[in-house]
């Protein structure tokens, strides 16, 4: 049921910001977590940032000090902060809903850091 559209991507300088959203349909309820996941250009796709229903956070070492996320519950939406933002950190980014076992993911935004 729960249907996620992430959006916010863009073409971005290095040392530039962006502000990636994720709203949901549906309700997301008891123990769960929001996150971005992103998948560069012949790699995998690895965990960015995850939240928690609670608030906790969870950072890739490789964005700790630069992203933050945070959700607003009340909207169901989660956000992704990205600051001093690098070259390495182009990648189509995905919002990720996990209820328990189950996870839902976004369509992915697009985020291109060049000089």
């Known amino acids: 049921q729960v249907q996620l559209v992430d959006s916010g991507g863009g073409l971005v300088q290095p040392g530039g910001s962006l502000r990636l959203s994720c709203v949901a349909s549906?309700?997301?309820?008891?123990?769960?977590?929001m996150g971005w996941y992103r998948q560069a250009p012949g790699k995998e796709r690895e965990l960015v940032a995850v939240?928690?229903?609670?608030?906790?956070?969870n950072y890739a070492d490789s964005v700790k000090g630069r992203f933050t996320i945070s959700r607003v519950n009340a909207k169901n939406m989660v956000y992704l902060q990205m600051n001093s933002l690098k070259l390495e950190d182009t990648a189509v980014y995905y919002c990720?809903?996990?209820?328990?076992?189950?996870?839902?993911w976004g369509q992915g935004t697009q985020v291109t850091v060049s000089s």
């Open positions: 990720n809903v996990r209820i328990r076992t189950t996870i839902y």
């Open positions: 939240i928690t229903n609670g608030g906790g956070t």
């Open positions: 549906g309700i997301i309820f008891g123990f769960n977590t």
